[in-house]
């Protein structure tokens, strides 16, 4: 303590001294006010030995000026009524009265602002006066349970006054009304007990100000009982004590992680939803009532002292035991989500399948559902995307509701869709573009205003939806938005560099963590390329056709009939079984987005991806689901062949078939790493051409227009004769047109991103004539797209490659020093070279089309290649009839035996 301290320190203690000397000459005799009102209280309670002083008086206590300071009159099994003249005892800071027989009105205790402790428990009072808790500023303890015979009260916004109120517990004592929204001010209140009262509505909001309160219990109301959801009580961090039961509330279980609760009991409530994991988590948790709800999807996998019996019956879990529901259950749950798990749904959707029992709303064929139909529902809330993974959904009516939020794009997905109705809801956005083939009802919405408010009930949010393969413009992008995605891009870049330096350190880099994704939502999921190891002996020359799946084969344990006929969904435990339960040994490549695994199906190579259901969300569903859908509808041997997929749980696995060959990324750039010999010019100008066809399959041949959007080396895969596929078909938008335009979000990599589409977000087939260029340009050079060490205006491919362009002897130097070119293959580089800059050219209407790209190189590819035919070091045999060979694999159609069902490798002997 410093010296100024020090003297008032003395000062204080002498007055203390002379104080306590003054208090002794006159103890113990109360003030003539106080001792009146004394007087009233022993004569209307008639209680004992008055006479005398009032501080004598049994249970009265006094301070040392006589003033009164504590009732306690507990359990004396007093009768009679309380004096009005009880709130002159201004000094009073305990009364206690509790346990008695008090009849009458309990008189007005307006500014006692020393009372701190009150207690009114089991009396038989009347009523409470108006004034109720006014000014009442230091009360920290108020208890007044058991009080049935009080006339009905409402919770007084007086109560703001008590801001010192620790514990206030008033149950049974006739509360009727709402809570109180000023029971968010007390931040010193621990307890609030209310229980067996006639209280009605919704716990307020403001209770989330509640910092310090460890118990609440509101159990037991009468008459019409709590109500509405239980949300606010997430954020009361502090909550231990929990008892709602008896009730009326609604909605979910909020998420309670971060909460030490010890004792949760909602039994008797209309509950709906899933039990939360985040609930079976909370370490300190020791009791769990959920009994008599309509709690849905698995059971809550409580340990500790939680009894089973408590948190089992009455519910509707979909399992008698703790595993997962099964598929079609998880997916309708998942939709009843989206609404916000309306009690109706609730009461219905029970039980383990929706085919055999009747769900309401929910039709079903051959065990799976063909219908839904909840028009007229007072549905609230979005449409869950999951609907698209009832992937034999025929009809989906929600008209006349009150829907928010966007039309999933993914219901574009669905491929047996027919008939949609949305009218009348408040959906806003975009209608998507479904096919033709589907008949969309969708007046009475409001279509074209931003769905800002997207109309909660679900944690998937429904505005995300964006823009897989339905063509639903996102067009409201602005400036602003525009530049986040481009800052979130480079970002990301930067990002994925020190990821990818720092797994090339580790030596793991045998493939390529690829795709920076801009929106920043996307970004945790870059994807993964599916790569084989070097020197396989499995060879594959083109893609599986599409009969393989449906109509094959007598022999049982064939692969075909492992695929299911339209789905091609595979048991997971084939897949399982082919990768060794996921062995470690079978990884080809890991990436944010998930693992790919080498796995053998059948006797066969295989690529297995294991989509990391933790980082997938909603966007990663929809890739997955854009990828299926893409796969499914477009076969060609330059594009990589979906052989099949399964979803079990949260597991999402997609099959492929094995590509030996490694990325053109590894051949292009990676070669260290790699190990592989450069590519020569006959290879590099063959891989160009089949890429190119790829492309212009996807563009224009196939029934409909797709646009790939992530063309790039990584996503360019090679089998052991060195010919290409494309792959990766996750970002993959279905174009109304060849020719117009869309808005999309952008997504897509950096450096392969035409500049219109980067900017504004407008997608064409010229978006992949532009990366085409790219690659183009880097097959050339040998260079990577992007060149960090470069000075700034040097790092992008493009412009060095334009600007060496201009100058022939700069630009011979700026080609890949590994290549050995004769002048007729110089020449043919050059007109390669010309076409990359065409491709690249700003304007997308300057870009040629890919037919266009496949005719320029084709006959570049017929004009120089007998003379390379004597140099190839590599490749051998598979270089020679190249032409033939390609002549040959003009025409689509090939038929295989069934004992050889996808070894692409007799179908490519079949070609020499
Ligand atoms: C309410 O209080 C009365 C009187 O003390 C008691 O008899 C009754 O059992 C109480 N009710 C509840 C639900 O506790
Ligand atoms: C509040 O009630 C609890 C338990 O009934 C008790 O332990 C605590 O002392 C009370 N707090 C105050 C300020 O009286
Ligand atoms: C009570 O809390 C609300 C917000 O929760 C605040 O706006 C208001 O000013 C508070 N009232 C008092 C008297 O502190
Ligand atoms: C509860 O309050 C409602 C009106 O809100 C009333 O109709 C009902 O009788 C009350 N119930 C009890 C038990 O007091
Ligand atoms: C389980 O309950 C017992 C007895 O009620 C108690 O002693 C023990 O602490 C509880 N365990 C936990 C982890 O809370
Ligand atoms: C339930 O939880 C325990 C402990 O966390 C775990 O060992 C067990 O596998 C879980 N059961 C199921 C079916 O998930
Ligand atoms: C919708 O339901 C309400 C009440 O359930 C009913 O009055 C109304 O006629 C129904 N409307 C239609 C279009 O079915
Ligand atoms: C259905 O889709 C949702 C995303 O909307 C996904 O989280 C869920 O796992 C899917 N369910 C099944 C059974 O595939």
Redesign the pocket.
Known sequence: MGREGFVPLLLLLAAVAVASLAAAAEAATATSGDAAAIADLVKSLSLGGGGGDACDVVGIKCDSSGRVTGINLADKGLSGTLPASLSTLIALQSLQLQGNELTGAVPSLAGMDSLSVLALDDNKFSSLPDDFLKGLTSLTDLSMDHIPSLKAWNVPDALIDCAMLQNFSASNASIVGTLPAVLGNLTSLRQLRLSYNNLTGGLPAELSGMDALENLQLNGQQTLKLSGPLDVLASVKSLKVVWLQSNAFTGQIPDFSGLQLVDFDVRDNQLTGLVPVSLTQIPTLNRVVLSNNYLQGPKGNFTKNVSTKDVDAGNSYCSDDLGPCN??V??LL?VASGFGYPIKLAQSWVKSQPCDTNWFGVSCANGDVVSISLNNQSLTGMI???F??LTKLERLSLANNNLSGVIPD?LTLLPNLKYLDVSNNSLTGQVPGFKSSVKVLATGNRFGESGGDSGGGSS?SGSSSSSKSGGAPNSRSNAGMIIGILLAVILLVVCLGLFVHHRRKKNVDKFSPVSTKSPSAESEMMKIQVVGTNGNSYGSASAVPSELYSHVSSDSTNIANIFDSHGMQLPMNVLLNATNNFDENCILGRGGFGVVYKGTLNGKLVAVKRCD?GTMG?KG?QEFMAEIDVLRKVRHRHLVALLGYS?HG?ERLLVYEFMSGGTLREHLCDLQQSGYTPLNWTQRMTIALDVARGIEYLHGLAQETFIHRDLKPSNILLDQDLRAKVSDFGLVKLAKDTDKSMMTRVAGTFGYLAPEYATTGKVTTKVDVYAYGVILMEMITGRKVLDDSLPEDETHLVTIFRRNMLDKEKFRKFVDPTLELSAEAWNSLLEVADLARHCTAREPHQRPDMCHCVNRLSSLVDQWKPSNIIDDDEGGTSEIGLHQQLEKWRCDDFTISDSDTFSTFSMSRKYH
């Open positions: 598929p079609l998880t997916t998942e869950s995307p999951a698209a993974n993914a998937s259901s909603t569903l979803t949260n």
